[in-house]
């Protein structure tokens, strides 16, 4: 299994800011994502955050308005730029692991409210 | 492009009581299935899976059948409990792994 720390836990912001959250697994993965939670609402991929390279997005989601870092395999970060308020949710981290175990495990998210 | 769909909830039942969620799905290929559930106040946790047609995912009394002909996986329990109150969600992942969701079912037992 993979532990993964999400950080904030979660966090109150005003709109036009930015918030950078981290997600830290203790082993090494082969694929990290990161999904949106909307209040009441099921789990939307945002983006495949790619080891040494850009990240791959997904319709309706842009660089510009989260940009994702992936320095190594054991730590990406995804930013939420010049919030709003459609931005309140809880942003989850995702992995899959190397080897045979393929099963995805996820972080306890962040609960964002953009105020 | 795929999709999943489930049974709009919430659903709410007493103690002991029969639980079917249904969910069904559309893919283009041949898709791994997983039920997750999400306790209050909790993250999202890997209930079953199955990776093949007529694969049976089974874990804490619930279990699922992939069904390829019904493009099915819906998820049963003979006798619920109070902390099975839960929003269930089933989901596919692709050959990217990538994770398509369904809506989420919201389950509450009552004593």
């Known amino acids: 299994s993979a532990v993964i720390s999400q950080k904030p836990s979660r966090d109150i912001c005003q709109r036009g800011t930015s918030l950078t959250i981290q997600c830290q697994v203790d082993?090494?993965?082969?694929?990290m994502f990161w999904y949106r939670q909307q209040p009441g609402q099921s789990l939307t991929l945002i983006a495949t955050?790619?080891?040494?390279?850009?990240?791959?997005?997904e319709s309706g989601f842009v660089i510009d308005k989260f940009p994702i870092s992936r320095p190594n395999l054991t730590f990406s970060t995804l930013t939420v730029s010049n919030m709003s308020p459609e931005d309140s949710s809880i942003y989850l981290c995702?992995?899959?692991?190397?080897?045979?175990?393929?099963?995805?495990?996820f972080g306890q998210g962040t609960r964002l409210t953009v105020v | 492009g795929d999709s999943v769909t489930q049974m709009e909830g919430p659903v709410t039942l007493s103690e002991e009581a029969f639980l079917t969620i249904n969910c069904t799905y559309t893919?283009?290929?041949?898709?791994?299935l997983f039920w997750y559930v999400q306790y209050p106040g909790e993250g999202l946790q890997l209930l079953l899976k199955?990776?093949?047609?007529?694969d049976k995912g089974s874990n804490k009394g619930f279990e699922a059948t992939y069904r390829k002909e019904t493009t099915s996986f819906h998820l049963e329990k003979g006798s619920v409990q109070v902390s099975d109150s839960a929003v269930y969600f089933c989901?596919?992942?692709?050959?990217?792994?990538?994770?398509?969701f369904g809506s989420g079912t919201r389950l509450l037992v009552r004593p």
């Open positions: 082993s090494q993965v082969t694929m």
């Open positions: 893919a283009t290929g041949y898709p791994s």
């Open positions: 955050a790619n080891q040494g390279s850009e990240a791959t997005y």
């Open positions: 199955a990776t093949k047609a007529d």
């Open positions: 995702s992995v899959v692991l190397q080897g045979m175990n393929t099963e995805a495990f």
């Open positions: 989901a596919l992942r692709d050959s990217s792994y990538k994770l398509i």
